[in-house]
């Protein structure tokens, strides 16, 4: 299973950015999905997730500016960033619980991240 993200890129405070996650590989299920960033010198932290369901919680300091949802057909995830802060510069994580096959324990997996930089 692969997870390959994009949309990350420079944008100046106040812009919006999309964050979009595709897995692919052998995949029966995904449960939850999330996106984690990691700024320079500190601990990596959960930003956004959603249940298959579609139940969410958010990090307190992005409620209201992020808005995460997912596609189960496509096995996407998005992250809609909306008035980005220089706070909000990371590396952002695809985060997701597959199993492979109906009868496989599910295993979490990562993407290899994307740089998400709020400067003027």
């Known amino acids: 299973v692969q997870l390959v993200e994009s949309g990350g890129g420079l944008v100046q405070p106040g812009g919006s950015l999309r964050l979009a996650c595709a897995a692919s590989?052998?995949?029966?299920?995904?449960?939850?999905m999330a996106w984690y960033r990691q700024a320079p010198g500190k601990e990596r932290e959960l930003v956004a997730a959603?249940?298959?369901?579609?139940?969410?919680n958010y990090l307190d300091t992005v409620k209201g500016r992020f808005t995460i949802s997912r596609e189960n057909a496509k096995n996407t995830v998005y992250l809609q960033m909306n008035s980005l802060k220089p706070e909000d510069t990371a590396v952002y994580y695809c985060?997701?619980?597959?199993?492979?096959?109906?009868?496989?324990?599910?295993?979490?997996?990562w993407g290899q991240g994307t740089q998400v930089t709020v400067s003027s």
């Open positions: 590989g052998s995949i029966f299920n995904i449960a939850a």
């Open positions: 959603i249940s298959s369901g579609g139940t969410t």
């Open positions: 985060y997701a619980e597959v199993a492979s096959t109906r009868y496989s324990t599910y295993v979490n997996y």
